[in-house]
């Protein structure tokens, strides 16, 4: 699996987010779809193909402690910076103006383990990274959406909030070529505590964000065919 395309979807998904943000945003009906299909992927990624692959090469302790790990350092993350809420759940328009530029920051120093998430699977194998890789873009572009569109209710100005959304890109790709140039020097057990951890932030981003906001769309059937969608696509790509 060629780099490149994992690169490319690290960048794709704040763009294409960025560019509805400050052009149309989508249905509640679809949102939830969407977001209960990203919801799926990640949770089906954590449990089929990382935490199986981490307990080949780390024992069931050190897959434990990676995964707690985690779950806890994205929810320390949640907490002291804004995320995905405030634009995304809320419904309270002034609000989202007032903070534009703080989850804007917010959101990209979020991305930092989104982009060693992707690098620890790609470690381990190339599809494997190409896929973390698709459901954090799938992630992301809800997060686009959320970010452009109070910049651009803020600043009145579409190409500026299109490229400032867009740049919550940069600390993904970042992370991504950091940790896959050191992981291919850690060794095996190191490697699996890791990929236990990416299953924990993961799981941590679908059961705080994805399905929660997926929820506050009121079309709950459109949220859960689509996260049984993302089950079903992630058991199809086994079988490649």
């Given at each position: 699996m060629n780099i490149l395309l994992i690169i490319a979807l690290i960048i794709m998904g704040p763009i294409i987010g960025s560019l509805i943000g400050v052009i149309k945003k989508p249905t509640p009906k679809l949102l939830a779809s969407y977001l209960g299909f990203a919801a799926g992927v990640m949770i089906s990624i954590s449990f089929l193909q990382l935490i199986p692959e981490a307990?080949?090469?780390?024992?069931?302790?050190?897959?434990?402690?990676?995964?707690?790990?985690?779950?806890?350092?994205?929810?320390?993350?949640?907490?002291?910076?804004?995320?995905?809420?405030?634009?995304?759940?809320?419904?309270?328009?002034?609000?989202?103006?007032?903070?534009?530029?703080?989850?804007?920051?917010?959101?990209?120093?979020?991305?930092?383990?989104?982009?060693?998430?992707?690098?620890s699977g790609f470690a381990s194998l190339e599809k494997l990274g190409f896929v973390i890789a698709l459901s954090i873009a799938l992630h992301n572009i809800p997060e686009g959406i959320v970010t452009a569109a109070p910049l651009y209710a803020s600043t009145k100005k579409r190409l500026k909030s299109f490229l400032l959304s867009s740049s919550t890109a940069i600390p993904i790709l970042f992370a991504f070529l950091i940790g896959t140039f050191l992981f291919r020097f850690i060794p095996d057990i190191l490697l699996g505590i890791v990929m236990a951890f990416t299953a924990g932030v993961m799981?941590?981003?679908?059961?705080?964000?994805?399905?929660?906001?997926?929820?506050?769309?009121?079309?709950?059937?459109?949220?859960?065919?689509?996260?049984?969608?993302?089950?079903?696509?992630?058991?199809?790509?086994?079988?490649?």
């Open positions: 307990l080949k090469l780390s024992s069931m302790i050190y897959v434990i402690i990676g995964f707690v790990a985690g779950f806890f350092i994205m929810m320390f993350f949640d907490d002291l910076i804004p995320h995905l809420h405030p634009g995304l759940c809320s419904k309270e328009k002034p609000s989202i103006k007032r903070t534009a530029f703080t989850l804007l920051i917010g959101i990209a120093l979020h991305n930092l383990p989104e982009g060693l998430a992707i690098s799981f941590y981003i679908s059961g705080d964000e994805l399905l929660p906001c997926a929820e506050r769309q009121k079309h709950t059937h459109s949220a859960n065919m689509g996260m049984a969608l993302g089950v079903i696509i992630v058991l199809l790509t086994t079988l490649i």
